[in-house]
């Protein structure tokens, strides 16, 4: 059998990036992946510049990212994914996926997929997962075809609303996702 064509969505959680740069390889091993980049995404930060996070997963994928929304457009009429994962995914990005705003590369992608009926996997990574996200996050887990990566606090101490993904269990989270369920435990 082929590998499973996953859609690989950053979202601008930059500091999130090089956590997501360590299990790029096995990621790019177990499945044939699409980088997908919101317009944020792409944008310089103290944690590198968004050129150069997209040269490494494209690289890492050997594929041309997706950067704009007409470039992401067709992917769903295109039936070109088997699951889309966001990761990481922001508070904003959150929102917009609850409420149906369609404004993004990564917002595309995903309304484009869920039209297919197919998985779309969020890997949340916000400082306010427990605080103006949790609504969000409480919509989209009832909703049909979205899944988590497994989440929880990155830093009670210093951030107690702070919600990060295990990136450990992209793997298995996207593998289950694609065959309809949804990995557990959700909370860690």
């Known amino acids: 059998m082929s590998k499973l064509r996953l859609g690989l969505a950053l979202t601008g959680s930059y500091c999130s990036f090089s956590k997501l740069e360590a299990v790029l390889p096995a990621l790019c091993e177990a499945f044939d992946v699409l980088p997908i980049f919101s317009e944020n995404a792409l944008r310089d930060s103290r944690f590198g510049d968004g050129r150069t996070w997209l040269d490494r997963l494209e690289t890492a994928s050997g594929r041309e990212a997706v950067t704009t929304i007409a470039d992401a457009e ?71 075809h979205i899944y988590f990566v497994p989440f929880g606090q990155d830093d009670p101490a210093a ?11 992209i793997v298995p989270a996207v593998t289950a996702a694609y065959e309809g369920r949804q990995i557990q435990p959700i909370l860690v």
């Open 159 to 169: 951030k107690p609303t702070s919600l990060s993904l295990d990136y450990a269990r």
């Open 74 to 144: 067709p992917l769903g009429p295109g039936n070109r994914l088997d699951v889309l994962a966001v990761i990481p995914c922001t508070g904003n990005t959150l929102a917009k996926l609850s409420h149906g705003v369609t404004d993004s590369a990564v917002t595309m992608a995903a309304k484009g997929h869920l039209r297919n009926g197919k998985p779309l996997v969020l890997g949340v990574s916000t400082n306010d997962g427990l605080g103006a996200s949790a609504e969000n996050i409480g919509r989209l887990l009832v909703r049909r």
